[in-house]
Nanobody, 128 residues
């Protein structure tokens, strides 16, 4: 399984950006997916996670109310999105998507160790 994160860029504080995670598999709807980020000089941290069904969703406290994770399981779409609003300079980081195959429709995880597949990351810079 290969994951490709895209959509990063430079945005001003208070602005919005949507990053996407595309999968190489046709059955990406079998994979709970998460977003993590790593800022320069810091540890990688959890951002958001979504179950296969899309009904179980977790957010880090730092992004709750500003970020929205969603997935498009329609045929041939195979994408998970992270809509980021009201961005702050402290949101600057490389954003990674991660996935794991699961038979559980309601499974989602905040733990990076629970994911088997990782994308290469996309850089989000929030600066004026």
């Amino acid at each position: 399984v290969q994951l490709q994160a895209s959509g990063g860029g430079l945005v001003q504080p208070g602005g919005s950006l949507r990053v996407s995670c595309a999968s190489s598999v046709r059955t990406f709807d079998d994979y709970p997916t998460g977003w993590f980020r790593q800022a320069p000089g810091k540890e990688r941290e959890f951002v958001a996670a979504i179950s296969i069904s899309g009904r179980r969703i977790f957010y880090a406290d730092s992004v709750k109310g500003r970020f929205t994770i969603s997935r498009d399981n329609a045929k041939n779409q195979n994408q998970v999105y992270l809509q980021m609003n009201l961005l702050k300079p402290e949101d600057t980081a490389v954003y990674y998507c991660a996935a794991v195959r699961s038979a559980r429709w309601d499974y989602a995880s905040r733990q990076s160790n629970d994911y088997d597949y990782w994308g290469q990351g996309t850089l989000v810079t929030v600066s004026s």
